[in-house]
């Protein structure tokens, strides 16, 4: 079974970089979880980023922001 690391985000990009880069450096085995970034509308470049930095996420890019909720629950 994997574990699934879900992050919402809107307007954080240095903050979510420096998240998913303590989960990686943890004693986490990196076949065990798996990381789901859910962006809510950022305009910062957050999605961007995340992608040219980390190829192995999940980043699910909402063209609205409808709060925390209805994000995680995608």
Do not use: H, P, W
């Amino acid at each position: 079974m994997k574990l699934s690391i879900i992050i919402v985000s809107y307007n954080v990009k240095d903050y979510i970089k420096q998240c998913i880069r303590s989960i990686y450096r943890s004693e986490l085995n990196n076949d065990l979880f798996e990381i789901i970034v859910i962006d809510n509308d950022s305009y910062d470049g957050t999605v961007d980023e995340l992608k040219n930095l980390f190829n192995n996420i999940t980043i699910i890019d909402n063209k609205l922001n409808e709060g925390f909720s209805k994000a995680v629950n995608k």
